[in-house]
């Protein structure tokens, strides 16, 4: 008799039917469990601004995306509740198995009252400068910064000096970080840091006059109000300098080119995360740089600028603006 008839022989033997499926059940169980585990989840977001477009759209992807897996969402809105303890209160009652953090005081708040519940966290500006906690996870706002200075430097290679207005408070640890970036890619990063003693109308056209393009970073201490964004661009323009940065807003203020996290992909992306979570599944980046962005390029502006761009890069754009 081969090897292989006394293996299965003495199997037929050994292993009686109802044994047989007492074991298959073993081996089942734990499968639907586990996936049982994610249906029944309660989910809480906390949204630090519901009436904000990019937290609404980023939260209704989310919570499309999370539904058929969730057996409850609470919402809980920062700014229409006026009263952040009240957060507290709901941990508490309610006991949440994630709480899912939109934006930079949403998460804050989560990350306080929250103990040792999962927190997850998306459209939070630069999250490195938070204190992160085992328990803490997210998608990033911002794209890689490989990424973003890879892509200027591709798509216009003639401009080396690299301008970047931002204020240490906010923006401190991802200049630290741009900083080694663009030396790897021949890139000369130019800075000009904000703050009461120095603010922004100080010190821009002295940095103009520095650079071959300034590269707009998401930075509330810099980008206060409108009147800031315009005088940005004011300045910008009647030196002749075209401005990169990172949302397609400031098309209409006369960016030269964007590229822009795709908000609803976020929020997939981050469900797509919170799901791994309460599943237990290993996760190797707990904190992801957006899966999908939105390039444009603003040729018009440029040929105002008197800039030229990398004609062999428009495969690479995804909104071409000509002048008509």
């Avoid at 003495?10 to 499968?31: D, E, G, H, R, Y």
């Avoid at 509740?81 to 009240?86: K, T």
């Amino acid at each position: 008799m081969s090897m292989h008839n006394i293996i299965k022989a003495t199997f037929n033997v050994m292993i009686k039917p109802q044994v047989l499926l007492w074991l298959l059940s073993a081996l089942c169980c734990p499968l639907i469990s586990t996936s049982a585990a994610g249906a029944q989840a309660k989910i809480l977001i906390v949204n630090s601004d519901d009436t904000v477009n990019k937290y609404r759209e980023v939260k209704d992807a989310f919570k499309l995306q999370i539904t058929p897996y969730a057996a409850r969402i609470i919402d809980f809105n920062v700014q229409q509740s006026r009263q952040p303890e009240l957060l507290e209160k709901l941990i508490k009652d309610e006991s949440p198995d994630l709480i899912y953090s939109i934006g930079s005081q949403a998460y804050q708040l989560a990350t306080q009252y929250g103990g040792n519940k999962p927190v997850l966290f998306s459209s939070v500006i630069n999250w490195q400068r938070f204190e992160r906690r085992n328990n803490s996870y997210g998608v990033a706002n911002e794209l890689s910064l490989s990424q973003e200075l890879s892509l200027l430097r591709f798509v216009l290679p003639g401009l080396h000096r690299v301008g970047v207005v931002y204020d240490p408070n906010y923006s401190k640890e991802r200049i630290i970080e741009a900083r080694n970036e663009a030396r790897e890619l021949g890139l000369t990063l130019v800075e000009q840091t904000v703050s009461e003693a120095e603010p922004l109308e100080k010190n821009l056209d002295g940095l103009l006059a520095k650079i071959d393009v300034l590269w707009l970073i998401a930075d509330p201490g810099v980008l206060a109000d409108r009147a800031a964004v315009e005088k940005i661009f004011t300045a910008s323009t009647q030196q002749k300098k075209p401005v990169y940065t990172y949302s397609d807003a400031f098309m209409n203020y006369g960016a030269s080119l964007v590229v822009a996290a795709d908000t609803p992909t976020m929020g997939r992306q981050a469900a797509n995360l919170a799901q791994s979570i309460l599943l237990h599944e290993p996760i190797k980046e707990t904190v992801q740089s957006p899966a999908g962005s939105h390039i444009t390029l603003n040729a018009c502006q440029l040929g105002k600028l008197n800039t030229a761009y990398n004609s062999d890069a428009l495969d690479a754009i995804n909104q071409l603006l000509e002048c008509h």
